[in-house]
């Protein structure tokens, strides 16, 4: 019976299979497409210059055993690199790698020809894999330690940010996961990290990006069929900052992805920064594989600052857009603005652009109305944690009742409502509110906000349940 190259490369693949982890077999070995078998050479295609570099590096071995165990010592295997076209052409473009002689198993340097090199090559995303495309670090240099005030709510992470920074890749604080809550400086923080780092090392390829952005590189990348160029790209960072990690909570393909890319990265030195609105423990709908990921290095609470702090934060933003204030309307701003520090510099800029607009002097009773408008204004962020303990505290139950698997008509109740509140006041998904509310799933949140929606107009008592728990939420 006479081989063809699919049933050489199939035989390949057996023997591979039994000889490397299931994860690297589908990352490196599932995407290749045997093309042809001419005389005792097989040629293989692959998605990109760095998938061919990738297999020289660590599987040339492994190739060469099976390899010569179908074709005999003379086997040789020859490299298509086909590349997902991002120009607008429609042919793609191929160019053929002839692999040194695999009983000598030399590895060869590989042109992959850039003919039309258009200005969207400085798009970072347009040709992932592709090393001399400049990356842009989307870093925003405002944001340095310069302006990041140390405080003790802050100490222990802007002090393991800045040992990142001197070296990274190259502490124990890999990843470094910064936590806390809304307006603390999270991402002042990561960006500051990454400045500094772009500032001793300009040769490192630093690059910060929103987790939602991620996720929706990676949706597209699927569409696109070029996912392993999306991993690829991203296997070439030295840094890499994720904003609002928790984002990739109920995304389960995306952090599927994230967690191959972390593990590229962490074993070869590279450094992750992570930024959550929580920590690890407490994140919900994220795998526990990479929770256990998150926790190898260091996780650093952001707090709220205390008065000092934010005595010196606002003396800073003050100085910093030159401009004058008494030390008692400093004072009374700080002291009556306690939640966060984009609230108190938010404060702080509706007092200036007051006193500017109306022409009137900065005076501590103009602060009292500004700062009496401000902190009504200001929504408080209602968590779904929060939620549940309103809901409980009104039934006069525990938490742990609400979420038990009991049927009792009146705990199902109570959980619905919570249900029903945590779909209206927060962004989470129908997924993460069943989960973090006794573990149910989606089905079981969309039925409960069904369910509360006909009692409100059909049952007088349950619409008085609503308009209390309502009126408590929304204090």
């Known amino acids: 019976m006479s081989k063809t190259a699919q049933s050489v490369w199939n035989n390949c693949l057996e023997f591979i299979k039994d000889n490397i982890q299931p994860q690297a077999y589908r990352t490196w070995f599932e995407p290749i497409q045997a093309v042809k078998l001419t005389d005792n050479a097989l040629s293989i295609?692959?998605?990109?210059?760095?998938?061919?570099?990738?297999?020289?590096?660590?599987?040339?071995?492994?190739?060469?055993?099976?390899?010569?165990?179908e074709l005999g010592e003379t086997a040789k295997l020859v490299y298509i690199i086909k590349m997902e076209n991002t120009y607008g052409n429609k042919q793609p473009f191929t160019e053929k790698i002839p692999s040194a002689n695999r009983s000598a198993m030399k590895s060869q340097e590989v042109d992959v020809p850039l003919n039309n090199k258009n200005p969207?090559?400085?798009?970072?995303?347009?040709?992932?894999?592709?090393?001399?495309?400049?990356?842009?670090?989307?870093?925003?240099?405002?944001?340095?330690?310069?302006?990041?005030?140390?405080?003790?709510?802050?100490?222990?992470?802007r002090s393991a940010g800045l040992a990142v920074a001197s070296k990274p890749g190259g502490t124990s604080f890999n990843p470094l996961l910064i936590f806390g809550g809304v307006g603390l400086g999270k991402t002042h923080l990561a960006h500051a990290i990454g400045v500094d780092i772009k500032d001793k090392y300009p040769e490192k390829t630093v690059l910060y990006i929103s987790a939602e952005k991620f996720t929706q590189q990676y949706i597209d990348s699927v569409k696109k069929n070029n996912r392993n160029d999306f991993i690829?790209?991203?296997?070439?960072?030295?840094?890499?900052?994720?904003?609002?990690?928790?984002?990739?909570?109920?995304?389960?393909?995306?952090?599927?992805?994230?967690?191959?890319?972390?593990?590229?990265?962490?074993?070869?030195?590279?450094?992750?920064?992570?930024?959550?609105?929580?920590?690890?423990?407490?994140?919900?709908?994220?795998?526990?594989?990479?929770?256990?990921?998150?926790?190898?290095?260091?996780?650093?609470?952001?707090?709220?600052?205390?008065?000092?702090?934010?005595?010196?934060?606002?003396?800073?933003?003050?100085?910093?857009?030159?401009?004058?204030?008494?030390?008692?309307?400093?004072e009374y701003v700080a002291k009556n603005i306690k939640s966060n520090v984009r609230?108190?510099?938010?404060?702080?800029?509706?007092?200036?652009?007051?006193?500017?607009?109306?022409?009137?002097?900065?005076?501590?009773?103009?602060?009292?109305?500004?700062?009496?408008?401000?902190?009504?204004?200001?929504?408080?962020?209602?968590?779904?944690?929060?939620?549940?303990?309103?809901?409980?505290?009104?039934?006069?139950?525990?938490?742990?009742?609400?979420?038990?698997?009991?049927?009792?008509?009146?705990?199902?109740?109570?959980?619905?409502?919570?249900?029903?509140?945590?779909?209206?006041?927060?962004?989470?998904?129908?997924?993460?509110?069943?989960?973090?509310?006794?573990?149910r799933d989606h089905a079981t949140v969309l039925h409960a906000c069904k369910t509360v929606d006909n009692l409100s107009t059909t049952d007088k008592q349950f619409r008085k349940y609503v308009d209390d728990i309502t009126k408590k939420l929304s204090v």
């Open 343 to 439: 609230e108190l510099e938010g404060a702080i800029i509706s007092l200036i652009a007051q006193s500017s607009f109306n022409k009137k002097e900065i005076t501590l009773d103009l602060a009292r109305i500004i700062v009496e408008k401000f902190v009504k204004n200001t929504k408080r962020e209602v968590s779904i944690d929060y939620i549940q303990k309103v809901v409980s505290d009104y039934f006069q139950m525990d938490i742990d009742t609400l979420q038990s698997k009991t049927r009792k008509r009146h705990i199902v109740q109570a959980r619905q409502l919570a249900m029903f509140f945590a779909k209206k006041f927060t962004k989470a998904s129908l997924a993460s509110i069943g989960s973090q509310i006794g573990k």
């Open 45 to 69: 295609q692959v998605p990109s210059k760095f998938f061919y570099e990738w297999l020289e590096e660590h599987y040339v071995k492994i190739l060469k055993v099976s390899l010569t165990k």
């Open 120 to 157: 969207e090559l400085r798009n970072p995303f347009v040709i992932p894999g592709i090393r001399n495309v400049k990356i842009e670090s989307q870093l925003n240099p405002n944001y340095s330690f310069e302006n990041f005030l140390e405080g003790d709510s802050n100490r222990l992470a």
């Open 232 to 330: 690829h790209f991203y296997q070439i960072i030295d840094v890499l900052i994720i904003d609002d990690v928790q984002f990739l909570s109920g995304k389960t393909g995306t952090q599927d992805v994230f967690f191959h890319i972390f593990n590229h990265l962490h074993q070869n030195g590279k450094q992750v920064i992570l930024t959550s609105d929580k920590a690890p423990v407490d994140m919900q709908d994220i795998e526990q594989r990479l929770l256990s990921r998150f926790k190898w290095g260091l996780s650093a609470e952001l707090q709220t600052p205390d008065f000092e702090t934010r005595v010196s934060i606002l003396k800073n933003k003050l100085y910093r857009d030159g401009v004058d204030m008494p030390e008692d309307i400093i």
